[in-house]
């Protein structure tokens, strides 16, 4: 039972579910500070998703996908682009999520709460299946 436990824990997606965990609390926490702050919603969770991107290659590139990040050079450049462009899909649902609902009249932090799941699973895909896919380049 404990190793069947361990061998769940250590899948990939529950490793990326954590690493999201890591940079949606720089996120948020941005997100909630700008709030505060009477920045519009969009705006503030444009900027917490952009700053929660840079925790979120750190923590993906070390602990999820390890095995698959590309060598020094080219094809890291390759990756870590890609990578960008994936956030930048995930930044612009995000931005379009809070916006909207805002706009209608939804709380802002319960718009977040939806692009939150949305954009998780956009990106996930994107990065499992494109970003990060096992190449002659992986380490």
Known sequence: MVTRV??????????????????LAVDLGAFLAL?????????????????????????????????????????????KALFVLSALVGLALTTMIVGVATFAGIDPR??????????FAVTWMLRNKVVFRASEGAA
């Open 35 to 79: 709030l505060a702050l009477a920045v519009p919603a969009a705006a503030a969770g444009a900027f917490g998703y952009a700053i929660g991107i840079a925790a979120h290659w750190l923590l993906s590139s070390r602990a999820v996908f390890a095995d698959t990040v590309a060598e020094r050079g080219q094809a890291r450049n390759r990756q």
């Open 110 to 119: 319960l718009a977040k709460l939806a692009a939150i799941v949305i954009s």
């Open 6 to 23: 361990l061998r769940i824990a250590d899948t990939r997606l529950v490793r990326y579910g954590l690493a999201s965990v890591g940079a």
